[in-house]
């Protein structure tokens, strides 16, 4: 679907509220702050499959009270699709928060909607979310590299048994062989571990 070219500093939102009268003080206060609202659905609806289809930058939940589907249309868009999430409630149980934050929420805001907040609510949120998305993907190249490190090091520890070589012979002889095949030093090893383990 071609998206609109939106102006600097807009943002696409999919709103989620099942009352016409809030989701109307919503999408003005969004419009106020230079925001565009590109959907708005029923919290019963598929939260999901709106978010394939419309590909909003931001999304906005008001209802009174997160409940489980929501709660796990939300989980499997933090798991999908990553977006910022605000959330505007009336229930303020700390367990219900909790969840919804588990649950991808990158804001919660208790005790109704007030227009002017509504945009340094969406910037806290935006920004708590690209941090997250940040610390996510350090977490996610670290666990890459130690795979990687541990690949390394059993190739090694292959090539010293079946060769007799010391621990630098075996690593110059990987490190020959990845430059020879123009290969990642990870996939060299790889491939002798997969040849070692079909012997």
């Known amino acids: 679907m071609r998206q609109e070219p939106k102006p600097a500093g807009s943002l696409r939102v999919l709103l989620v509220d099942e009352s016409v009268g809030r989701a109307a003080i919503l999408e003005q206060a969004l419009a106020d702050a230079g925001h565009a609202v590109v959907g708005r659905i029923a919290a019963s609806e598929d939260l999901q499959a709106a978010v394939q289809r419309i590909e909003p930058d931001v999304i906005i939940i008001d209802m009174d009270s997160p409940d489980r589907d929501t709660l796990e249309h939300m989980r499997g868009i933090s798991a999908d699709r990553p977006k910022p999430i605000v959330m505007f409630a009336e229930d303020g149980d700390s367990?219900?928060?909790?969840?919804?934050?588990?649950?991808?929420?990158?804001?919660?805001?208790?005790?109704?909607?007030?227009?002017?907040?509504?945009?340094?609510?969406?910037?806290?949120?935006?920004?708590?979310?690209r941090e997250f998305q940040a610390l996510r993907q350090e977490l996610a190249d670290a666990r890459h590299s130690l795979a990687e490190r541990k690949d390394i090091e059993r190739a090694k520890g292959i090539l010293m048994q079946q060769r007799n070589w010391t621990e630098d012979e075996a690593y110059q002889a990987l490190r020959k062989l990845a430059m020879d095949r123009n290969l990642r030093l990870a996939e060299v090893a790889r491939n002798i571990i997969a040849v070692a383990d079909l012997l």
Do not use: H, Q
């Open 95 to 129: 367990a219900t928060i909790e969840e919804a934050v588990r649950a991808g929420v990158s804001a919660y805001v208790v005790d109704g909607l007030n227009p002017g907040r509504v945009k340094p609510i969406m910037e806290v949120a935006i920004a708590r979310f």
